[in-house]
Nanobody, 116 residues
Framework: QEQLVESGGGLVQAGGSLRLSCAASGSIFGINAMGWYRQAPGKQRELVATITTGSRTNYADSVKGRFTISRDDVKNTAYLQMNMLKPEDTAVYYC??????????WGRGTQVAVSS
């Protein structure tokens, strides 16, 4: 069964760092864009960052300069390095892979909590 598995979430103090990973399992292939999204309690899910096959990146204004998205196409894995974390970064973080032939896959999410 094709799926994405996130890891790396946790509790951190403001100003700290976390690195999220999202690995594709099963027979997911033809991955085009990889992205990270987040959803805070009571809010809609929002885009955090995306990266294309050509490593072109896009970031939400709220995370520019603090977060870095990257990918490893051999491992079919996306990463999100999060530095200078703020309490408002607290959310469930989801990864999404967009595949050329089979569409979108979503992970189940990993919780990030930032204490002040």
């Amino acid at each position: 069964q094709e799926q994405l598995v996130e890891s790396g979430g946790g509790l951190v103090q403001a100003g700290g760092s976390l690195r999220l990973s999202c690995a594709a399992s099963g027979s997911i292939f033809g991955i085009n864009a990889m992205g990270w999204y987040r959803q805070a309690p009571g809010k809609q899910r929002e885009l955090v960052a995306t990266i294309t096959t050509g490593s072109r990146t896009n970031y939400a204004d709220s995370v520019k300069g603090r977060f870095t998205i990257s990918r490893d196409d051999v491992k079919n894995t996306a990463y999100l390095q999060m530095n200078m974390l703020k309490p408002e970064d607290t959310a469930v973080y989801y990864c999404k892979f967009t595949c050329i032939f089979s569409g979108d896959y979503w992970g189940r999410g990993t919780q990030v909590a930032v204490s002040s």
